[in-house]
């Protein structure tokens, strides 16, 4: 029974991945569009880093913007929300997928939100 108990512990937490796999990733949460000149405004807010398998890891963006994430290695769909923008109702993405490797370096990512 301990057994069971222990590994669903272990599941919840994360414990597949070795502590050393994990990679910090950077990243910026901005607005752009609105009115001209329409450039990138930081945002702060909450971001969400979803894996292939479901899983999330969430982090949070100050005033500047910026955010940092501690992720396993694999594919993630990096998402953000301010309480700024709707209420914090409309789900922002990054511009692309975000892969994290074993050994090899995160590059930054960029959540946008892009406003008429």
């Known amino acids: 029974m301990l057994a069971v108990v222990m590994a669903g512990i ?3 937490a994360g414990c597949g991945a070795s502590p050393g796999d ?3 990733v950077h990243g910026t949460f901005v607005r752009v569009g609105g009115p001209a000149p329409g450039a990138a405004v930081p945002l702060p807010g ?3 880093a979803r894996a292939s398998n479901g899983r999330t890891f969430t982090a949070a963006a100050g005033r500047s913007g910026r955010f940092t994430l501690s ?3 694999g ?6 929300r301010s309480p700024l923008l ?3 109702q409309l789900a922002c ?3 692309g997928r975000l892969r994290v ?3 090899k370096a995160a590059g930054p990512v960029t959540v946008v939100c892009s406003v008429s």
């Open 22 to 24: 994990e990679q910090t």
């Open 101 to 103: 490797s074993r050994g």
């Open 46 to 48: 909450s971001i969400t």
């Open 10 to 12: 272990c599941v919840l």
């Open 93 to 95: 993405a990054a511009t």
């Open 71 to 73: 992720l396993p290695p």
């Open 86 to 88: 709707q209420s914090g």
């Open 75 to 80: 594919s993630y769909l990096v998402t953000g």
